[in-house]
Structure formats: structure tokens, C-alpha cells
């Protein structure tokens, strides 16, 4: 009788299923190295390829390549792909800036109110974007966001304008049409928004119009302005 109970318990025993494998992980797609990453994301680019370059930026982010975060998120504030793009971006442009990257800090300060601002356009200023020296001028000289410095203003406009920043030109062509330096000439003030306009530089455009006499000329300018994305420039909707 007990042997007989021991088969039968036996014949309804299954075995346990052996233990299965942890399945590996996942390979990663696409580049594996920082300058593999940018290079498709610059040759993606040239093909208007934009998925694929965002992919590749993205990928370089994620390998620890700032500037590559501040790359991705630029092109996210202006040319979002999806929903939720916008927020997106400013967290990029974030971590790039945390990671002392000027085109991030500069980017940045577009979406921050006028302290914070000031504060990123310096940072960036420092890290030697040219571009936010002279947005970081006028700023100073106005005291809007910072405390009013006329001759950093003004120094800084001129390196900006030296190095071939459009916003530069257009901020010591201001230092020169409203005195910042003591000196006012409009002459000099015209020379320089011509300049600047001509660098695509929207403020510029609209600066030199307001001292166009010409009606029709400085029509052309604003327009020319707004297209650069000056909005005051633009008509009222």
C-alpha cells in the first residue's frame, strides 16, 4: 500500500522548470563614440536628415559630450518635432550649461527671466561666446537684470563686434547712438547697425532704421529685422 502511494505521488510530480537565462542587454544603436556621433549628426544635417542627426546628438549627449546636449536642445527650441520637444530642450540646455558650455548658457538665458538672464549671458561671456558678450552689453549698460556697468558695457561690445558678432556690432553702434561712453555719434552708430544688419543681425536692422530718413529704406530694414526674428519689428498681428 505505501509503495503504491509513493508511485502515485511520483507519477504526479513535475519537475521544477530549470532556471532561464538572463537575457542580455540590449546592444545600443547607432554611434558608439563622441566624434563618431557628431560626424553623422553633421552629415545627417547636410542631408536634412534631422531624426537621424538628433538621434546622433543625442547619442553623443548621452556619452558626456555637453556641447552636443546644447547642439540637440537648440535645435529642439526652435524647430520642435513633437510635443513636449520645447521642455525638452530647456533641460538640455541646462545639463550642457552645468557642464560649462557656453552655446548652452546662451541658449539658455532665452528662456529665463532678466536676472537670470544676465547671469547666463555672462557665464557664457566668460566661456568665451562672443555672441553673449554683446547681448550681455546692452543688459549691463541699461541695468536690466544686473547692476548697471556703463564701461564693461561698452568693452564688451566692442570685443563682440571685433570678433565678428552681429549682436556685438549692434550694441557698440548703441553705445555710440545713445552715448554710453560719454560720446555720442551717429555717424558711427550708422556705420555699425549697417554692419550688423548686414551680419543678419535683427536689432541691427531695426536700429539702422530708426535712423533711416528714407520711408520706404527703412520699411525694407524693419522687414528685413522681423525676418531675422526681431519680433518688435514684426507688424501687429
Not at 181 to 210: E, H, I, W, Y
Request: with cysteine; charged share 15%.
Amino acid at each position: 500500500m505505501r509503495l503504491a502511494l509513493l508511485v502515485l505521488l511520483a507519477a504526479c510530480h513535475h519537475d521544477a522548470p530549470a532556471a532561464q537565462p538572463t537575457p542580455p542587454a540590449p546592444v545600443p544603436q547607432g554611434c558608439q563614440t563622441v566624434p563618431a556621433c557628431t560626424a553623422e549628426a553633421d552629415d545627417a544635417l547636410s542631408k536634412n536628415d534631422i531624426p537621424h542627426a538628433l538621434a546622433s546628438l543625442n547619442n553623443a549627449c548621452a556619452l558626456g559630450d555637453f556641447h552636443s546636449c546644447a547642439r540637440e536642445g537648440v535645435y529642439l527650441t526652435t524647430n520642435p518635432q513633437k510635443g513636449g520637444d520645447a521642455q525638452r530642450a530647456i533641460m538640455l540646455l541646462q545639463e550642457a550649461c552645468d557642464g560649462d558650455d557656453a552655446l548652452g548658457c546662451e541658449k539658455l538665458a532665452a528662456s529665463q527671466g532678466d536676472q537670470k538672464a544676465a547671469q547666463l549671458y555672462d557665464k557664457a561671456c566668460k566661456l568665451g561666446d562672443n555672441n553673449a558678450c554683446g547681448l550681455l552689453a546692452p543688459m549691463l549698460q541699461h541695468g536690466t537684470g544686473t547692476a548697471v556697468d556703463h564701461a564693461r558695457a561698452v568693452q564688451l561690445a566692442q570685443q563682440a563686434c571685433d570678433a565678428g558678432a552681429g549682436v556685438g556690432c549692434t550694441a557698440l553702434g548703441e553705445s555710440y547712438a545713445e552715448g554710453w561712453n560719454g560720446v555720442t555719434n551717429p555717424a558711427q552708430a550708422t556705420d555699425l547697425f549697417t554692419k550688423s544688419c548686414a551680419m543678419s543681425d535683427g536689432r541691427g536692422c531695426a536700429d539702422l532704421a530708426n535712423l533711416t530718413t528714407d520711408p520706404s529704406a527703412a520699411a525694407k530694414l524693419r522687414a528685413k529685422a522681423c525676418a531675422n526674428g526681431y519680433q518688435p519689428a514684426c507688424p501687429s498681428p
